[in-house]
């Protein structure tokens, strides 16, 4: 089945530690993006790519760091330098930059 | 800046018809998008419109679209339990095709039985 998979579900991150969160989808899109969702929040960009190697910053890309070396994968680090990194990361994709994006389940970080 | 609002919570009856209501700013936006999401789960596309249209329906939903008000609402109708769940309006901003998207705050949509 054709779909965006995002892991882990959860994560943990530890004080100056960085974090990697995976995004890989199946649907041969050539646009991928993160968001980041707050309780009672609705989603904010976090980075976004319309081509493979080339990405380019959202509304909150401070602590944040991307690549995107395959067309299929967009992974997001979380750096230490995000002072307030417990969330929720939605990862989505669609076909162009035009097109309606489709949402991964998720991967929820926190801070011990 | 660009906004989209929406208003925060509706209780239905099931078997009621629901209307979540959003406005947003820009008047150069392409498409206008409704999501859902079910807690712990990612945003499900439900529908969306282009600019340039007035009315969708697509099963129980239909999608009302008025620009001279920047006005957009989703009707669910015959209302059910699984409907229980947070709405998302979100539209493209600006012209370009980045295809960057501003969301509402979300809609927490409750139906009793």
């Known amino acids: 089945d054709g779909g965006i998979t995002q892991s882990p579900k959860y994560l943990f991150r530890k004080e100056g530690q960085n974090v990697t969160l995976s995004c890989e989808q199946n649907l041969n899109h050539d646009a991928m993006y993160w968001y980041r969702q707050d309780p009672g929040q609705g989603l904010r960009l976090i980075y976004y790519?319309?081509?493979?190697?080339?990405?380019q910053k959202g509304d909150i890309a401070e602590g944040y760091s991307v690549s995107r070396e395959k067309k299929e994968s967009f992974p997001l680090t979380v750096t230490s330098a995000q002072k307030n990194p417990t969330a929720f990361y939605l990862c989505?994709?669609?076909?162009?930059?035009?097109?309606?994006?489709?949402f991964g389940d998720g991967t929820r970080l926190s801070i011990l | 800046g660009e906004d989209v609002e929406q208003s925060l919570f509706l209780s239905v009856r099931e078997g009621d018809s629901s209307v979540i209501n959003c406005t947003y700013t820009d008047s150069s936006s392409t498409y206008l998008y409704w999501y859902k999401q079910e807690p712990g789960a990612g945003l499900q596309l439900l529908t969306y419109i282009f600019s340039n249209m007035d009315m969708k329906q697509d099963q129980r939903l239909t999608v009302l679209l008025n620009k001279k008000d920047k006005h957009l609402s989703l009707r669910i109708a015959d209302t059910q339990t699984g409907d229980s769940a947070i709405y998302f309006c979100a539209e493209s901003y600006g012209s370009s095709n980045t295809g960057k998207l501003i969301f509402g705050q979300g809609t927490t949509l409750q139906v009793k039985p």
């Open positions: 790519s319309q081509i493979v190697n080339d990405f």
């Open positions: 989505a994709s669609s076909m162009t930059g035009n097109q309606p994006q489709h």
